[in-house]
């Protein structure tokens, strides 16, 4: 059974800096492409940032280039979201997503952990 | 960036209707189209691929169709665990883009 457990999350301050892990069990996962995707009220589901199986690549949405950093130890099966400079619009509910199989096209999601709120406020 | 458009943004309907939801796209999308099912406090899952390719162990009430811009996603026989929010997402070009969603109330 696929598995993503999620850490890291809370309170922070604006300007501040949160790392997130997502550690994964019951896929090959250093083959798998993973991505994190938060979702807000009012925003819906944003996809924030996806890393190739290998770590080699790495994809970000705008808003969050410069400030997050994804990365993956895959000896550890765990996906990581460094995110620092924190701002109020980042406050979310994140998720770990897995990567579905595919043969062409970006990232769609046939796993997802179970979320974690992130509230950056003073 | 693809903007992807739903709608209706809410519809109500009752156990054992057929009902529709639209999803479109700003530019082609080939069948790049994805919808999923999230229920309030749970994470998004995953219904159908590729436009209309139902994803493992979803029941086959649900359906997809459309290529290009235009979307549908179908469910025939509401059953009460359907009642959820569904999201369509592209995944022909980064950055991945979702729909605002479709919340079908009872």
């Known amino acids: 059974e696929v598995q993503l457990l999620e850490s890291g999350g809370g309170l922070v301050q604006p300007g501040g800096s949160l790392r997130l892990s997502c550690t994964a069990s019951?896929?090959?996962?250093?083959?798998?492409?993973m991505c994190w995707v938060r979702q807000t009220p009012g925003m819906g589901l944003e996809w924030v940032s996806g890393?190739?199986?290998?770590?080699?690549?790495?994809w970000y949405t705008d808003s969050v280039k410069g400030r997050f950093t994804i990365s993956r130890d895959n000896s550890k099966n765990t996906l990581y979201l460094q995110m620092n400079s924190l701002r109020a619009e980042d406050t979310a509910v994140y998720y770990c997503a897995k990567d579905s199989p595919r043969t062409s096209g970006y990232f769609f999601f046939d796993h997802w952990g179970q979320g974690m709120l992130v509230t950056v406020s003073s | 960036d693809i903007q992807m458009t739903q709608s209706p943004s809410s519809l109500s309907a009752s156990v054992g209707d057929r009902i529709t939801i639209t999803c479109r796209a700003s530019q082609s999308i080939s069948t790049y189209l994805n919808w999923y099912q999230q229920k309030p406090g749970k994470a998004p899952k995953l219904l159908i691929f590729?436009?209309?390719t139902l994803q493992s162990g979803v029941p086959s009430r649900f359906s997809g169709s459309g290529s290009g811009t235009d979307f549908t996603l179908a469910i025939s026989s509401l059953q009460p665990e359907d009642f959820a929010t569904y999201y369509c997402?592209?995944?022909?070009?980064?950055?991945?883009?979702f729909g605002q969603g479709t919340r079908l109330q009872i």
């Open positions: 890393i190739s199986a290998s770590g080699a690549r790495t």
């Open positions: 590729d436009a209309s």
């Open positions: 019951g896929f090959m996962f250093s083959r798998q492409d």
């Open positions: 997402q592209q995944s022909y070009d980064v950055p991945i883009t």
